[in-house]
């Protein structure tokens, strides 16, 4: 329990002074730490922390003066209230100079028991109430620490949330949703850039025939590898999306010229038709398949999105009847309103 106490210093070279200031404060609710000279009580502020220290000011090798000077240096100690007890509380000039010394009160000598008790209960209360202050402050830094935590985590949760709900959880890439939104996004946005933007629509094949060979797994495996290989070979402002199945969309922004755009969407072909190695519960093995794809130019604000996808579903169609494994593009004239 003493631990708890706060602790109070009595700096006295006179060891009758030192008993007597010990009765007097043996109920003041302190544990009560007694030093014979000026150095020993520096030694001892150095290792304890005092609510009061009362300090004798006439002692030999190093008075009173000098010791509260020296704790007013020191950082950690320069707060700790001294109260000089001396016989010379009567002298201005003493008085002053304990002051300037850093003494924050003066008790005479010899020694009123009224007048000590009530001065050392004052600072006790003081030193208890900074105390409790301390205590709530670091307990709400505390609460503020684990209060930025949980809004850190809650918003890393909605932050998947919103993640696993735009994203297909197989490839990581957007799903349908997003998909639409992003297309949205590229219509508001293109007739206010001098180029347009064209919508591809994927489709592989060959894929069910993995599927059916070698497992639902594999076929999982394959695709992780299909939306990488889109995902590593489109621009940073292109969308690739995951539409269900082995059906992908591509956005492609800022498109100048068709043979251009045609180029880039063989190239596409050209790379997914490359051998992925994969391994099944029969074994490893090479899938080989391809991807056919149909390609829409957007033509302006009187097409609507979805005749945006129909004509690119039209141009898919048609890649998969001429063989599969290539591009076609359908370049349609919006419909006129009656």
Not at 132 to 154: F, T
Request: aromatic share 6%; hydrophobic share 45%.
């Amino acid at each position: 329990m003493n631990e708890a106490l706060p602790k109070i210093l009595i700096v006295d070279d006179t060891r009758a002074n030192l008993v007597a200031m010990r009765r007097l404060l043996v109920d003041a609710g302190a544990e009560l730490v007694e030093a014979a000279s000026g150095n020993e009580a520096l030694a001892l502020c150095l290792d304890h922390q005092f609510a009061l220290i009362l300090l004798d000011v006439n002692m030999p090798d190093m008075d009173g003066f000098e010791v509260a000077t020296l704790l007013g240096e020191a950082e950690q100690l320069r707060d700790t209230p001294i109260i000089f007890v001396t016989a010379a509380y009567a002298d201005d000039l003493n008085r002053l100079k304990g002051y300037r010394s850093g003494a924050v009160d003066y008790i005479a000598k010899p020694v009123n028991d009224t007048i000590l008790q009530s001065k050392v209960r004052v600072f006790l209360d003081l030193y208890n109430a900074r105390m409790q202050l301390q205590q709530a402050l670091g307990e709400l830094s505390r609460r503020n620490r684990q209060l930025q935590e949980e809004i850190a985590e809650r918003e890393r949760i909605e932050a998947q949330v919103r993640h696993q709900a735009t994203h297909d959880m197989l490839t990581g890439l957007p799903n349908r949703a997003l998909f639409h939104d992003r297309l949205h996004g590229a219509m508001q946005r293109a007739p206010r850039r001098d180029n347009g933007f064209a919508l591809a629509l994927l489709d592989i094949d060959g894929f069910k025939a993995v599927n059916d060979n070698y497992g639902h797994p594999a076929g999982d495996a394959l695709l992780q590898s299909i939306a990488a290989r889109l995902r590593s070979h489109v621009r940073a402002n292109d969308t690739v999306a995951r539409l269900g199945g082995d059906e992908f969309a591509l956005i492609l922004e800022d498109i100048v010229e068709v043979p251009a755009l045609l180029e880039r969407c063989q190239h596409l072909c050209d790379m997914l038709a490359l051998p992925y190695p994969l391994d099944s519960r029969q074994g490893d093995f090479v899938a080989r398949i391809s991807a056919s794809i149909g390609i829409a130019l957007w033509s302006g604000d009187a097409q609507s999105d979805e005749q945006l996808i129909q004509a690119a579903d039209r141009a898919l169609y048609q890649a998969k009847n001429a063989g599969k494994n290539r591009c076609v593009l359908t370049i349609d004239a919006p419909d006129t309103p009656t």
